[in-house]
């Protein structure tokens, strides 16, 4: 074999090998990637049927509804202007509350049900998940939400 068909055939076996790996790295990201939708966004039916995602607003006043016999919540997530049913199984964190900023990570179902697998709160008074706090002024929110409280970021 010639040194050019050599070193022709080197460069075509490095090209695919990184072809394929590039393509490995992608199908992996994107299968990690993790959307964020607002209550209202899920009504005019942007989020997806398929696909992990995340939902994200407050803990609607009077809407949470614990099962007495097992671990099973019920609530509801609003934006101020829609609201989606929260399913979940589990612990919610300790901050967890009504009228609180919330994030739900799972699944929306044919009925509009989110089936969370993760439910996460916000940490101090002043805090609010960045996607929740921009899905509340895009949504227009006002009353006991203020613009200070939406653009304050963690305090240390």
């Known amino acids: 074999m010639k040194p050019r068909t050599r070193r022709t055939l080197f460069v075509l076996s ?11 790295i992608l ?8 959307f964020f939708f607002s209550p209202s966004q899920i009504a005019a039916k942007e989020a997806p049927q ?21 671990l099973s919540v019920r609530f509801m997530v609003t ?3 829609e609201q989606v049913q929260v ?15 919330v994030v739900a990570q799972g699944r929306l179902d044919d009925k509009g049900v989110f089936y969370a697998q993760q439910v996460l709160a916000k940490h101090d008074e002043n805090y609010m998940p960045p996607e929740a706090a921009e899905a509340l ?7 006991s939400i203020t613009n200070r409280t939406l653009q304050k970021g963690p305090s240390l």
Request: hydrophobic share 40%; charged share 20%; net charge negative.
């Open 14 to 24: 490095g090209l695919t090998s990184l072809g394929i790996a590039t393509a490995l």
């Open 79 to 81: 934006d101020t202007v």
């Open 27 to 34: 199908q992996a990201f994107e299968s990690n990637l993790v």
């Open 50 to 70: 398929d696909r992990l995602f995340r939902v994200g607003g407050l803990v609607k006043e009077g809407s949470v509804e614990r099962d007495p016999a097992g």
């Open 137 to 143: 002024s895009k949504a227009g929110a006002s009353g």
């Open 87 to 101: 399913s979940y199984v589990g612990l919610l964190p300790d901050l967890f509350q009504e009228g609180k900023g």
